[in-house]
């Protein structure tokens, strides 16, 4: 990427006071004009709905499916001092968008993206200022609030769109080097911002650099050093233009995960949507069909093999929901008992369903119609709940009535296994002494 950056003004207009989930904010001093032009007209917006009540707690939550959006002062001093010119940063374009850029290159977040405490009316593909979402998004302080008013105790948090569910954007830069310098300066400010102003209720998610699975795993057993305790991966790394999960491209990084106890999250989506024919809505054939991706994005990870050959390895299948998990039990099964198909299957210690339940875990936000039908089939053990704050797909505010209606049935047992105690486990954030439901 060129070193030479055209200089860019401050923001020359008064800062200006808007109304942001309860509270009058300014807009951010970090945000720089820039001659952009995306082409894309602003949307009049109705302005943030006012902070919701306080929700009644009937389960201790660790949400292991959030997300969060970078603020502008991400990267700020966190690059070598050669890069640091070229960090990313927020502009406004000529419409008056906010927009990440980098080399030139305008990323933004689409209006889906953070939906939380918008009116339906503002929901859309759009993309957004950071004064038109709720300040949670991307402020670690208020975020906390956000989770206080909709009973969530533990939260993980994957990056936003424009870095990637699977922390891809760096990995694809020419410059391989600054992309890795990226990598670095993304996981430097997860750590010492959004996790560690709370380190018992967020837990320390990273990316890293994926064209070198060397450099790849180095950056995994640093970010473990200090305690991360998770790493999001594409769920199907050949859709980004990467090796294939089958290949021995990501022996090293997927050892270092094992070998740190990091767990590999796959996030459904972080390879992008299903390929759809000329014409689909691709929006809603795409969200429809998120737990189709997660069947095959599955499937393909168990038949890697990798868990087989790093037994300690942790795998989630991030927002892939939960109601698919019995019929890909079934057909494995089938396909080892019945029909001969599964003849390749590697591992003499396990067949190919007891290590889906051995080294895999799902995780749920409204699957209301498989839960009872799951549990006997996969193990409790397995399944863990979220709330997807801010997307579209969250409960936020709901969240905890959302989950009353789904495992209100349920033992107390089980749902402090669903709710927090399965999450503990896998991402190290401890469940607080006076969690719910009591046993």
């Not at 207009?13 to 309860?22: E, F, R, V």
């Not at 980004?240 to 590999?264: F, K, M, Q």
Request: with cysteine; charged share 20%; glycine share 10%.
């Amino acid at each position: 990427m060129p070193t030479n950056r055209p200089l860019r003004q401050r923001h020359p207009h008064p800062a200006s006071s808007l109304y942001n989930g309860g509270t009058i904010v300014e807009e951010n001093p970090m945000v720089e004009v820039n001659p952009v032009k995306l082409g894309i007209k602003r949307p009049a917006v109705r302005g943030l709905l006012p902070d919701p009540d306080p929700r009644a707690v009937h389960y201790t939550l660790i949400s292991c499916d959030d997300h969060l959006l970078e603020p502008p002062h991400a990267f700020e001093g966190r690059l070598p001092a050669k890069y640091q010119d070229m960090a990313p940063k927020v502009v406004e374009t000529e419409e008056g968008h906010e927009v990440w850029s980098i080399d030139g290159t305008p990323y933004f977040q689409v209006g889906f993206m953070a939906v939380a405490g918008r009116p339906k009316e503002d929901q859309r593909m759009e993309p957004s200022r950071f004064s038109e979402v709720r300040r949670g998004c991307w402020d670690i302080h208020a975020r906390i609030q956000d989770m206080d008013l909709g009973g969530v105790w533990g939260s993980v948090n994957f990056p936003s769109g424009v870095t990637g569910f699977g922390g891809t954007l760096f990995s694809e830069f020419r410059d391989q080097e600054f992309g890795l310098a990226c990598v670095r300066a993304w996981n430097d400010w997860l750590y010492e911002e959004w996790h560690g102003s709370y380190p018992d209720r967020i837990a320390a998610l990273g990316i890293t650099h994926l064209t070198d699975p060397v450099l790849g795993a180095e950056e995994v057993r640093r970010n473990a050093k200090r305690g991360f305790r998770a790493m999001t991966l594409p769920e199907r790394p050949h859709t980004r233009n990467l090796p294939s999960v089958y290949s021995d491209h990501w022996d090293p990084l997927i050892r270092a995960c094992a070998e740190t106890g990091t767990c590999i999250n796959l996030h459904v989506g972080s390879g992008g949507f299903t390929p759809q024919p000329e014409g689909a809505p691709m929006l809603e054939v795409g969200a429809t069909m998120f737990q189709a991706q997660a069947f095959t994005s599955c499937a393909e990870w168990l038949w890697a093999g990798w868990a087989s050959k790093y037994p300690d390895l942790k795998i989630v299948m991030s927002e892939g929901g939960i109601g698919w998990v019995a019929g890909l039990i079934d057909r494995l099964d089938n396909i080892m008992s019945r029909s001969g198909y599964g003849g390749g299957w590697a591992d003499k210690e396990m067949g190919p369903s007891d290590r889906l339940r051995n080294n895999f875990w799902f995780t749920m936000i409204d699957d209301p119609s498989t839960v009872s039908t799951i549990l006997p089939t996969l193990g409790v053990e397995n399944v863990m709940a979220e709330s997807d704050y801010p997307h579209g797909d969250g409960t936020w505010p709901d969240t905890q009535e959302v989950l009353k209606g789904l495992i209100g049935h349920l033992s107390p047992e089980d749902q402090r296994k669903i709710c927090c105690e399965n999450a503990s486990q896998v991402y190290g954030l401890p469940v607080p002494t006076d969690a719910v439901p009591k046993l």
